[in-house]
């Protein structure tokens, strides 16, 4: 008897960020699992907030070739697949020169795999701000908004807010600013009354936030983002390391800001609701 198997494959990402500076080449893990031959079958890289109407598709691989007719300009000659290891099930997508405009979420897509999970989304951080605390400290999160937003100035075609984030949490709001006023509503509640803005005027753009009393699970990626009407611009990420004490080297790391100055991702309602929500 011949027992066959379907809805058995899964596609495979990294857990963790991957980390890049300005001009590295680098390679977004994804593979199949368990093994199988993929070379007939179209695999898809995509960075969900650059979805135009056209240009979708930070890399299309199909007919087993690549396909650049609707492939997102900036990635063009800049993204390939190991064609070699798609009979292994690796489709791992490598980038030449990242910028900080290649930051962000990308989603490797297998639309034809039998299986139950045809997609993983991998992290892509360029220019990583690390800080390191002990327990007990207040730490200082840097952002800087554009010079030319006027960050506390409600226009009535432009309300500016600001959000500031952790990914792996839920809710992942860290901080909330809007309406000239910081909104804790929405607020991770491991973060209430422990985050306020470094500055209150936000002079000169200065969006940083203070941490205080960090413990050990504040450990993690946190995301700055300046928010508009309809558009939204991340502008800079830090990782923070709480460390036991003793173990700590008291080092932060040079650190960029990342400035969106043409690339946004869409919000899927506006923040005057008491729920924010952002469209990744």
């Known amino acids: 008897m011949v027992l066959i198997l379907i809805n058995i494959f899964k596609v495979i990402g990294p857990a963790q960020p991957i980390i890049a500076a300005p001009g590295d080449d680098i390679v977004l893990p994804c593979h199949v699992e368990p093994?199988?031959?993929?070379?007939?079958?179209?695999?898809e890289w995509l960075k969900p907030e650059l979805q135009?109407?056209?240009?979708?598709?930070?890399?299309?691989?199909?007919?087993?070739?690549?396909?650049?007719?609707?492939?997102?300009?900036?990635?063009?000659?800049?993204?390939?697949l190991f064609t070699n290891e798609l009979r292994r099930g690796n489709v791992s997508?490598?980038?030449?020169?990242?910028?900080?405009?290649?930051?962000?979420?990308?989603?490797?897509f297998l639309p034809t795999l039998a299986g139950h999970r045809k997609d993983s989304v991998v992290q892509l951080v360029v220019g990583l701000t690390n800080i390191t605390a002990e327990p007990g400290d207040t730490v200082t999160l840097p952002c800087r908004a554009p010079s030319s937003s006027e960050i506390t100035t409600v226009e009535s075609s432009e309300i500016l807010?600001?959000?500031?984030?952790?990914?792996?949490l839920d809710p992942d709001y860290v901080f909330v600013y809007r309406n000239k006023r910081s909104d804790p509503d929405n607020q991770h509640p491991s973060f209430k009354e422990r985050v306020e803005?470094?500055?209150?005027?936000?002079?000169?753009?200065?969006?940083?936030?203070?941490?205080?009393?960090?413990?050990?699970?504040?450990?993690?990626?946190?995301?700055?983002?300046?928010?508009q009407r309809s558009a939204g611009s991340l502008m800079s990420t830090i990782y923070l390391n709480v460390t036991q004490a003793g173990d700590l080297h008291r080092e932060t790391s040079h650190w960029h800001v990342v400035l969106f100055t043409n690339t946004y991702f869409q919000m899927s309602s506006f923040?005057?609701?008491?729920?924010?929500t952002l469209t990744q």
């Open 35 to 43: 093994q199988i031959n993929i070379e007939g079958q179209p695999v």
């Open 197 to 227: 803005l470094k500055d209150s005027q936000m002079k000169d753009g200065d969006v940083s936030v203070t941490l205080k009393d960090v413990v050990f699970t504040d450990t993690g990626t946190y995301e700055c983002h300046v928010i």
């Open 52 to 80: 135009l109407s056209r240009f979708r598709y930070v890399y299309l691989y199909r007919d087993r070739r690549e396909v650049r007719a609707v492939q997102i300009p900036s990635y063009v000659r800049r993204t390939a």
């Open 161 to 168: 807010i600001l959000l500031w984030t952790r990914p792996d």
């Open 93 to 108: 997508l490598h980038i030449l020169n990242v910028t900080l405009a290649d930051e962000g979420r990308y989603r490797c």
């Open 271 to 276: 923040c005057t609701d008491s729920n924010i």
